[in-house]
């Protein structure tokens, strides 16, 4: 895909881009495909069987398994080749990410030790620590585990109270403190820990040894879902760190933290699909096989509506995820040409999109809550049943929305994280949301006389970029530099976003799609984006009310609220057929072949 246009984080709101610019999933080459076939051979073979066991909290068991996904090089696909793994894009990354993640407790173990367990290391240690420690961790052959999170702290990282103190000597960083929440933390031989330096208001980060005197690891805590990963309190006491160990610069842990939350934000996006399609399978097998009133109950109307949300959603979230998947890849080839090393460029790029990670983070979890839920609902009572992978699933999933920052601070951050973008230069929101706001009473819906089904639908998209710029204009204008503390018109607004990038990436799939597949196949996909569209203009609506009624003065309120009213009217759709065709092809195929 040469010479395409690439957008910055968070400049889709004011700037448009063409389908033939982004990458979809049915554009995976073979390779991707054998590495994702190799992972599902893996969960296949080694994990599946395991499930029930490795839920009984079976360190051992967990740990076995993590070191047989090492030695088939699963777990070297974000490494670079001269530290043992194989280099992959990060288009292949995330479809790993994708393709384990319908791997319950065992995914979450995987995807801390391949992520926040090794990824700090590579990203920010120098060689000697890359090659003593990564190449270890790229096989297998070490675990690894973060630890971040402490009593008291919560999602404030930086709040935390761990020490590092210099030996007399100056050889050794003393470190004394407790972690708690932390992934793998029974089996893990690295631990990259952050501390502050004796007074520092910021934190550090180390590369800590398990095997270390001093180190406490707690039993593993009683959770509601996850059972299976090793999740347990680490206490530190006099714990020597040799002063070498120190990851980055003194100081540097809270920023190579954050770097390393927007990583597992987007990696969370990916990973949840994967949970997402095992359910969707779940589902319409279950629906298929089980009788009610002398009939399949796949055969009801209810049923298909379920099962069509099912798809649409998770077809949705796919579109976001592989769209900026390539954005990064491109932008980490810009950094290396510019001078960076692999790790630096990686992690930078990654960092780069954090309006786009937190976005998948958020809609990508809320859309796999929403699938279990109905996932069970479908079972019905059977669904409650502990025998059922539904059951498994309905509680594995709801840590994601806590994981990798809560979803409230993530929603937070879409619109915040934008704006600080567009403040440094690096679009112009503010102008554009300026010039709109002078001309607020002659907004039209900005129909074209014989306009096609892709500029239909991209016209609505295009106009609910203009309700958030319009919001975002009115709020900050109002509020001036306590925004920040409405919450709640916040959190409107980046409802507003979330929905408009997702329904985008969807629409510009299946118009790049269209050159993919028959036409026959073409209109299952067009049922998809037009319920989605139609679904997704009444989220902005009413957002976009919301926020307007709780900042603007009546008279304001009033016009801004026709303005809004105007960009989101979208021309209807017999969702019920609509729904029903797309729940014919899931029931037919008994498996999600979208």
Known sequence: MENRKVLKSGEFLVEEIEAKDIFIPEEFNEEQRMIAKTCRDFLETEVYPNVDKVDKQDRELMKSMLKKSGELGLMGISVAEEY???GQSFVTQMLAAETIGAGYSFSVAFMAHCGIGTLPIMYYGNGEQRQKYVTKLASGEFLGAYCLTE?????????????AKLSADGKHYILNG????????????ILTVFAKIDTDRVLSAFIVEANSPGIVVNPDEHKMGIKGSSTAQIFFNDVKVPVENLIGRRGEGFRIALSILHMGRIKLGANVLGAAKKAINDSVKYANERKQF????????????????????VFAAESANYRVSLDIDDLMVQYKAEGCDQGKASIDAISHYAVEAAILKVYSSEMLDFIVDEAVQIHGGMGYSAEMAVERAYRDSRINRIFEGTNEINTMLVVDTAMKRAMKG???????????????????????????YYQEKLRYIKNFKKAILLLIHGASKTYEKSIVNEQEVMNNISVMIMETYIAEASALRVQKMEHMKEKTAISLYKDI?????YDTAEKVRKSAMDAIFSFA???????????????????GVNVKEARRRIATKLIEDNSYKF
Do not use: C
């Open 426 to 452: 690096d679009f112009d929101l503010f102008g554009k949301a300026e010039k709109l706001y002078s001309s607020l009473d002659k907004i039209t819906e900005g129909m074209i006389s014989n306009e096609d």
């Open 529 to 533: 984006l037009d319920v989605l569209i």
């Open 178 to 189: 407790q972690k708690m929440w932390i992934t793998n933390a029974g089996f893990a031989d």
């Open 294 to 313: 002398g009939v399949l109950i796949s055969s009801f109307g209810t049923i298909k509506h379920k099962l069509a949300e099912q798809v649409i959603k």
């Open 553 to 571: 003065v009546p008279a304001e309120a009033a016009r801004l609220a026709k303005a809004a009213d105007i960009l989101t009217r979208v021309a």
């Open 151 to 163: 009593p008291g702290a919560g999602s404030d990282a930086n709040a935390g109270k761990t020490n």
């Open 84 to 86: 043992g793994g194989f």
